[in-house]
């Protein structure tokens, strides 16, 4: 197993700011995965972090908007930028963990619950 | 792309009834199929999976079985608790890729 810890648990943020989502592993991974859950929905994958290279976006999103860092093997950050009310959401972070790839599961922080006022 | 598709919910069951969410999946190549769980106020946690065709994962009391023919994956629960009461996802994956979440269901159970 892994344990996942993200920063921050929540924040109520003014429209037109930005915030910044840490998410720390105990364990060095390739991979991390940023998602997304709209209230009442599932979850929705922003992008894929690999350690060295540019983030992967999902057709919807951009770096613009939602710039990552991914500096070293544990740790990754997530910018909400330029914040709007529709942007209230749980963002996850999420790594794989493996054994035989094809019976990874993953692993998921605890989520922050952003609201944009 | 790969995609799964839920029943919808809410499901709202007597405590000790019998539980059945269906999940059914699109994917390329050989996925590994997985059910999530999200209790009120808390993370996702894996409730059980299944790698390859005819397995069957289970987990404090929850069943589900990989079915290829009929690209099935529904979860099954003989007698359902309250503390069972939650939003339940399932999910894919092919390959390094992320995993694919179906739109989620949640069960209420009512004492």
């Known amino acids: 197993s892994a344990v996942i810890s993200q920063k921050p648990s929540r924040d109520i943020c003014q429209r037109g700011t930005s915030l910044t989502i840490q998410c720390q592993v105990d364990?060095?991974?390739?991979?991390m995965f940023w998602y997304r859950q709209q209230p009442g929905q599932s979850l929705t994958l922003i992008a894929t972090?690999?350690?060295?290279?540019?983030?992967?976006?999902e057709s919807g999103f951009v770096i613009d908007k939602f710039p990552i860092s991914r500096p070293n093997l544990t740790f990754s950050t997530l910018t909400v930028s330029n914040m709007s009310p529709e942007d209230s959401s749980i963002y996850l972070c999420?790594?794989?963990?493996?054994?035989?790839?094809?019976?990874?599961?993953?692993?998921f922080g605890q989520g922050t619950r952003l609201t944009v006022v | 792309g790969d995609s799964v598709t839920q029943m919808e919910g809410p499901v709202t069951l007597s405590e000790e009834a019998f539980l059945t969410i269906n999940c059914t999946y699109t994917?390329?190549?050989?996925?590994?199929l997985f059910w999530y769980v999200q209790y009120p106020g808390e993370g996702l946690q894996l409730l059980l999976k299944?790698?390859?065709?005819?397995d069957k994962g289970s987990n404090k009391g929850f069943e589900a079985t990989y079915r290829k023919e009929t690209t099935s994956f529904h979860l099954e629960k003989g007698s359902v608790q309250v503390s069972d009461s939650a939003v339940y996802f399932c999910?894919?994956?092919?390959?390094?890729?992320?995993?694919?979440f179906g739109s989620g269901t949640r069960l209420q159970v009512q004492p």
């Open positions: 999420s790594v794989p963990i493996t054994g035989n790839i094809m019976n990874t599961e993953a692993f």
């Open positions: 364990s060095q991974v390739t991979m």
């Open positions: 972090a690999n350690q060295g290279s540019e983030a992967t976006y």
């Open positions: 994917a390329t190549g050989y996925p590994s």
């Open positions: 299944a790698t390859k065709a005819d």
């Open positions: 999910a894919l994956r092919t390959g390094r890729r992320a995993l694919t």
